[in-house]
């Protein structure tokens, strides 16, 4: 079975960087991974993370980790922030070009640039320590600038912190070969299932059915008088 390694950049007494609006990198590095740990886990993976909680863990341990696990791949994730407060795109890095880590890099960037629509920053090198140290292919996401407000106030949402993660899983989808489903693995996926069969309920865009999301007023209204309409067709 895939063993996949996840790092939440920072945490504990180490914030990241920093937004205007006060949000801190290390609180999005996890509510995203947190996301992604529960598709991949009801895809089947078994998932490692380096840190599921707001505690401080060295980048050495982090490595250690990973390789004490022996993990198939690792994804790092983390925000970018920049002196202009105009910079906005999202990347992917690498160590070096080529081989697992490379290809696992732009499967997943492609799926980021189209869910999030934010300017593609591409895959890059960068000889970060997570990357080099780590005996696994492994891939850093800066998933957008926490120094552009507009993002900052997106990245605060748990509307986009589902995207990135959905993205990333689906880039990952790709490169494994599975079908990425985010209810797969809920305790209401036959329900789901037959919801989205009998054209009752329809998923988002994106592709994703966000189980736990909580619905609105309106979405409910629109569900019963489709209910509704077939009970008057049968009558
Ligand atoms: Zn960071």
Not at 2 to 15: C, E, R, S, W
Not at 66 to 91: G, K, M, P, W
Not at 117 to 132: K, M, S
Request: proline fraction near 3%; aromatic fraction near 8%; charged fraction near 20%.
């Amino acid at each position: 079975m895939v063993k996949i390694g996840i790092d939440p950049g920072h945490g504990g007494n180490d914030p990241g960087a920093i937004a205007a609006n006060g949000l801190q990198e290390k609180e999005v590095n996890l509510a995203v991974a947190l996301r992604l740990e529960k598709l991949l886990r009801n895809s089947g993976y078994s998932v490692f993370m380096s840190r599921n909680d707001d505690r401080a863990i060295s980048l050495v341990e982090r490595a250690a980790y990973f390789n004490r696990e022996q993990v198939d791949l690792v994804i790092s994730l983390h925000v970018n922030s920049a002196d202009t407060a105009t910079a906005e795109y999202i990347c992917t890095f690498l160590l070096a070009p080529g081989g697992e880590a490379e290809l696992i890099a732009r499967s997943i960037q492609s799926q980021l640039v189209e869910i999030t629509g934010w300017p593609d920053g591409g895959v890059r090198t960068a000889n970060f320590y997570i990357l080099r140290a780590t005996k696994a292919p492994a891939v850093l996401v800066e998933m957008g600038f926490i120094s552009n407000e507009d993002t900052a106030s997106l990245l605060a949402t748990e509307s986009i912190q589902y995207s990135l993660a959905w993205a990333i899983y689906r880039g990952l989808g790709n490169y494994l070969d599975f079908t990425p489903i985010d209810y797969q693995g809920h305790w209401a996926q036959n329900a789901i299932q037959q919801a989205l069969d009998s054209g009752f309920m329809s998923g988002y865009p994106d592709g994703t059915f966000r189980p736990d999301q909580a619905a609105t007023r309106a979405e409910l209204a629109a569900v019963l008088i489709k209910l509704w309409s077939q009970l008057k067709v049968n009558a």
